[in-house]
């Protein structure tokens, strides 16, 4: 599996140096893993992967999410009885 940015091929060579000096890696990936990442080609790679797209209507709903703003935890009366 090719490398998704600069970045990750980066991490992926320097993890198949060290597995390959004996040392423990970070990714804990076999030697033909690291290789075939780390030996992706650069060249139209981006340096860093960009996030996924959040969509703004998820957001700033209120408690309940679309057509619940304001519901939740009603207030309970003050002083004496409940009723």
């Known amino acids: 599996m090719p ?7 980066g ?8 597995l390959r000096q ?3 890696t970070q990714t804990g990936m076999s030697e033909a893993q690291l290789a075939d990442f ?9 340096e860093h992967k ?6 703004k209507k998820h957001h700033g709903r ?3 999410g679309p057509g619940m703003v304001g519901a ?3 207030p309970k009366p003050r002083g004496g009885t409940f009723y």
């Not at 991490?11 to 060290?18: F, H, K, N, P, V």
């Not at 780390?38 to 981006?46: C, D, F, I, S, V």
Request: avoid cysteine; hydrophobic fraction near 25%.
């Open 50 to 55: 960009k996030p996924k797209h959040h969509h």
């Open 11 to 18: 991490l992926m060579g320097a993890d198949l140096a060290r």
């Open 72 to 74: 939740g935890r009603q």
């Open 3 to 9: 490398s998704v940015s600069k970045a990750q091929q």
């Open 22 to 24: 004996g040392q423990q």
């Open 38 to 46: 780390a030996g992706t080609k650069t060249e139209n790679l981006p």
């Open 62 to 64: 209120g408690a309940g």
